[in-house]
């Protein structure tokens, strides 16, 4: 089964940058799509951004403008950079990954900003 890890997290001050990494076991080609979605502390999982296979790409309108999907094919790497980062993105964020039968998941990374 493939795995995604994730990697990257930490405490940063608000505005500050972080660079969040996805690693997947196999080849990112079987995705139809990967992306990420975040769980701030007690509240539900929510999508930050998505990449498809031609490179679009869809961000969360509050992310928009700051944070940065991109992909390694031949790394199997997805990354989230994150700019201008504020104390309400603190969260655990999720990779994932979608073929056309299931999604993937990684174990999540924790981004903790301070104010």
């Known amino acids: 089964q493939v795995q995604l890890v994730e990697s990257g997290g930490g405490l940063v001050q608000a505005g500050g940058s972080l660079r969040l990494s996805c690693a997947a076991s196999?080849?990112?080609?079987?995705?139809?799509?990967m992306g990420w979605y975040r769980q701030p502390p007690g509240k539900q999982r929510e999508f930050v951004a998505s990449i498809v296979n031609s490179g679009i790409t869809n961000y969360a309108d509050s992310v928009k403008g700051r944070f940065t999907i991109s992909r390694d094919n031949a790394e199997n790497t997805v990354y989230l950079q994150m700019n201008s980062l504020k104390p309400e993105d603190t969260a655990v964020y999720y990779c994932y990954g979608r073929t056309q039968y299931v999604n993937y998941w990684g174990q999540g990374t924790q981004v903790t900003v301070s104010s």
């Open positions: 196999q080849s990112i080609f079987r995705f139809n799509a």
